[in-house]
């Protein structure tokens, strides 16, 4: 269904700025989306009415605080299909996710000689982890290439597979090529070996429709803050069972269940995952950013991206002198990596920016990516459901300005 992207505008009272006197364009939603008046005004009315920390008071504001957490789990257990919420952890973002288990099961049952298949295309959230975790248990870290058409190369994911192989960890959106990858088949190969599937869900839990069931996923991870959340918040999906075969993360306050000098016991799930006080304000941001996308619904959302990345990428084939990254085709998020040729990304991101034009220019946290490219860098225009033809239509035509500018110089 089509959705009223006019009326959604109106949430975001940043896209009303003006950057450097043109009407901002802000087209970096894969860095960090931005954030309408509802998930703002649930953060404030928490802090002028309820605030207190959680789980711990026996007094009103401590109960209703805790409650106003708790909901939030609930919500993000719903957005996720999660079979319950007690398997959801809150955490600070994907990044966060990720190292938690890599230190938390990789250091219990990872042994050197074992492997971890991840791919070329991954952000740096997904692979650093794994090195650190490398150097402390010897375990192997094997690649998926990727294909002439940007998708990953299966019958390569096929022929890594083998009974050395204990975790399968892939992100569901590429946040370069915008590839969405078919996790329930890495999944099910995975289990065939009894390895474990983790999906970096940072790109694609925004922009549509996470079901971690039907994803045959054992855990799954997200970003508020490219959710419409806040900064400062995520979320970790594991499987119940998996989860409290795992030892803590991080010790402290709120994960105990006994403490003695000598030793300490565990609070079950999810409890014993988040030591200390959490991001509560930002955790109830999040159910009000996933109530915000409930409203506008997932399908509209992803549908939205999909029709506004295929009008851009019309457009730029058009153009001489651009080139391109990523798959031709639905499995495709808003997400375009490009580069002019011959002009460094970051000239092309400010050029764009003096329009007022936001992109973003760089490796995006991908280096092997940008390696397998045979790229230093990329520009990347990334969309979110609140983008419009409209401001396509200005970025192609400040984009077509700034190669010929730049043209002249060559
Ligand atoms: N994975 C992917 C695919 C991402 O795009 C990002 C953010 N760019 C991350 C992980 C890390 O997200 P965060 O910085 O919120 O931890």
């Known amino acids: 269904?089509?959705?009223?992207?006019?009326?959604?505008?109106?949430?975001?009272?940043?896209?009303?700025?003006?950057?450097?006197?043109?009407?901002?364009?802000?087209?970096?939603?894969?860095?960090?989306?931005?954030?309408?008046?509802?998930?703002?005004?649930?953060?404030?009315?928490?802090?002028?009415?309820?605030?207190?920390?959680?789980?711990?008071?026996?007094?009103?504001?401590?109960?209703?605080?805790?409650?106003?957490?708790e909901e939030a789990r609930e919500k993000v257990a719903g957005f996720l299909n999660a079979p319950s919420?007690?398997?959801?952890?809150?955490?600070?973002?994907?990044?966060?996710?990720?190292?938690?288990?890599?230190?938390?099961?990789g250091k219990r049952y990872l042994k050197a000689g074992d492997e971890v298949i991840i791919n070329?295309?991954?952000?740096?959230?997904?692979?650093?982890?794994?090195?650190?975790?490398?150097?402390?248990?010897?375990?192997?870290?094997?690649?998926?290439?990727?294909?002439?058409?940007?998708?990953?190369?299966?019958?390569?994911?096929?022929?890594?597979?083998?009974?050395?192989?204990?975790?399968?960890?892939?992100?569901?959106?590429?946040?370069?090529?915008?590839?969405?990858?078919?996790?329930k088949y890495f999944a099910d190969k995975a289990h065939e070996y009894s390895a474990l599937m983790i999906v970096d869900g940072a790109q694609a839990a925004p922009h549509l429709k996470v079901d971690v069931q039907a994803l045959a996923a054992d855990f799954y991870a997200i970003s508020g803050h490219k959710m419409l959340a806040p900064t400062g918040v995520g979320a970790f999906w594991g499987k119940a069972e998996l989860l409290r075969s795992m030892p803590p993360f991080l010790g402290?306050?709120?994960?105990?269940?006994?403490?003695?000098?000598?030793?300490?016991?565990?609070?079950?799930?999810?409890?014993?995952?988040?030591?200390?006080?959490?991001?509560?304000?930002?955790?109830?941001?999040?159910?009000?950013?996933?109530?915000?996308?409930?409203?506008?619904?997932?399908?509209n959302v992803l549908e939205h991206d999909v029709k506004l990345t295929n009008y851009a990428l019309s457009k730029l084939k058009t153009l001489k002198g651009i080139s391109l990254y990523g798959p031709e085709g639905d499995d495709r998020g808003g997400i375009i990596s490009f580069n002019i040729d011959g002009v460094h990304p970051h000239d092309v991101a400010t050029a764009l920016d003096s329009e007022g034009i936001a992109i973003r220019a760089g490796h995006h946290c991908a280096q092997p990516l940008m390696k397998a490219l045979n790229v230093q860098s990329t520009a990347r225009a990334s969309f979110y459901f609140y983008n419009t033809e409209a401001e396509v239509d200005i970025f192609i035509n400040v984009l077509e300005k700034t190669r010929d500018f730049f043209g002249d110089f060559l």
């Open 120 to 183: 070329h295309a991954e952000h740096h959230a997904n692979v650093v982890p794994w090195h650190l975790i490398a150097q402390e248990t010897g375990i192997k870290i094997r690649a998926i290439r990727l294909k002439d058409d940007y998708r990953l190369d299966l019958e390569h994911f096929e022929s890594l597979l083998n009974d050395k192989t204990k975790i399968v960890s892939i992100a569901h959106m590429s946040n370069v090529l915008g590839t969405i990858n078919p996790i």
């Open 252 to 299: 402290g306050g709120e994960m105990i269940r006994k403490v003695t000098i000598e030793t300490s016991t565990y609070a079950d799930i999810p409890m014993c995952f988040e030591a200390g006080t959490p991001n509560i304000a930002e955790a109830i941001g999040l159910g009000a950013a996933v109530d915000y996308l409930n409203n506008v619904g997932m399908e």
């Open 1 to 69: 269904m089509p959705i009223n992207v006019e009326k959604l505008r109106q949430d975001f009272p940043i896209l009303n700025r003006k950057i450097n006197g043109k009407a901002l364009v802000y087209f970096d939603n894969a860095a960090s989306s931005q954030k309408p008046k509802q998930v703002v005004e649930a953060m404030m009315n928490y802090y002028y009415n309820n605030h207190a920390n959680v789980h711990r008071g026996a007094h009103t504001l401590s109960v209703e605080a805790t409650q106003m957490y």
């Open 85 to 105: 919420s007690e398997s959801v952890i809150f955490t600070r973002n994907t990044t966060e996710a990720m190292n938690l288990f890599a230190y938390s099961w």
